[in-house]
C-alpha cells in the first residue's frame, strides 16, 4: 500500500478497499466525468477518500478541460451563427469528450 491511504473510513470505522472511482465536475456550464481514479472505498458505507496528490492533478486536469470546452463553445457560437439562420431549427450547444 501506498503511505498516506486512509485505510479506515471517518464515517463508520470500516476498512476501506482500493478500488477505482468515477468523479462528475460541473462548472461553467460544462459537465465533466473522469473515471478510473484510484481511491480508497469503504465497502459498507461507500465514502471514498482519494490521495491528495491524485485529487489535485484531477481537479487540475478537468479544469483545463473545461476551461478549454468553453473557449471552444464561445468560437463555435458565431460560426452557429452564420451556418445555421435564426428559427429554421435548433442545434443542441454541448461537446462531449470521452477519452478511452
Known sequence: MMKGLITICSECGNKTELREISIAFERKGVRATMSGIP???????????????????????????????????????MLRRQLVPEGKFAMQEC??????
Open 95 to 100: 461537446l462531449e469528450l470521452a477519452l478511452a
Open 39 to 77: 481511491a480508497m472505498v469503504c465497502p459498507n458505507c461507500g465514502e471514498e477518500y482519494v490521495p491528495s496528490g491524485i485529487a489535485s492533478t484531477v481537479v487540475d486536469a478537468v479544469s483545463r478541460t473545461i476551461d478549454g470546452t468553453v473557449d471552444l463553445l464561445k468560437q463555435t457560437r
